[in-house]
């Protein structure tokens, strides 16, 4: 059963770089049908995509946040990794990191699973 | 980017209830539309995909439907373990969107 878990600083200073790592268990992340993705969740607000990485490393970024973000990944470890810089209050929230499926020609697609996310502060 | 728009925000609700939840894009997304629960401090779960399908190991009382614009999520009969917040996602295009969430409270 594959599952991700978040890791990372749950405390950030403004104007600082947000550092993400999210590690896949019981699966290879190396595998040809998936994408990984990065998910936030301000406090009291919505689901944002963020962004997803291929295991080659191809990216594709949320615009709102493309100047900032920055998704690899490291199949040696199985992990992907999200680095978000000049980060300011509206930067907190819950992250995500899941695994996207993609399903063949039809290009249907979906979130699945997710790990149970982590708490990033940002404060001085 | 797709807007997504979910109603209601909020729904009170009784255990054994039929209970509907409407998702609206703001253009044409076919049926590239998934539904997801949350609850508190537990990682997101899928729980219909394509609009329609019923994801492995989702009790059968969750059906979804809809094409085009317009979306629903129909929770037959409700159990005490389905109030949480529920999510609709457009897969259509990225960014990939998801709407304001709808939270389903015990009445």
């Known amino acids: 059963q594959l599952q991700l878990q978040e890791s990372g600083p749950g405390l950030v200073k403004p104007s600082e770089t947000l550092s993400l790592t999210c590690t896949v268990s019981g699966g290879s992340i190396s595998s040809g049908t998936h994408y990984w993705d990065w998910i936030r969740q301000p406090p009291g607000k919505g689901l944002e995509w963020m962004g997803s990485?291929?295991?080659?490393?191809?990216?594709y970024y949320n615009p709102s946040l493309e100047s900032r973000l920055t998704i690899s990944v490291d199949t040696s470890k199985n992990q992907f990794s999200l680095k978000l810089s000049s980060v300011t209050a509206a930067d907190a929230a819950v992250y995500f990191c899941?695994?996207?499926?993609?399903?063949?020609?039809?290009?249907?697609?979906?979130?699945?699973?997710w790990g149970q996310g982590t708490l990033v502060i940002v404060s001085s | 980017d797709i807007q997504m728009t979910q109603s209601p925000s909020s729904l009170s609700a009784s255990v054994g209830d039929r209970v509907t939840i409407s998702c609206r894009s703001s253009?044409?997304?076919?049926?590239?539309l998934n539904w997801y629960q949350h609850k508190p401090g537990k990682a997101p779960k899928l729980l219909i995909y394509a609009a329609s399908s019923l994801q492995s190991g989702v009790p059968s009382r969750f059906s979804g439907s809809g094409s085009g614009t317009d979306f629903t999520l129909t929770i037959s009969s409700l159990q005490p373990e389905d109030f949480a917040t529920y999510y609709c996602q457009q897969s259509y295009s990225t960014p990939y969107t998801f709407g304001q969430g709808t939270k389903l409270e015990i009445k």
């Open positions: 899941a695994r996207h499926i993609l399903k063949g020609i039809s290009r249907y697609s979906w979130i699945d699973p």
């Open positions: 253009q044409s997304i076919s049926n590239y």
């Open positions: 990485i291929y295991y080659s490393g191809t990216t």
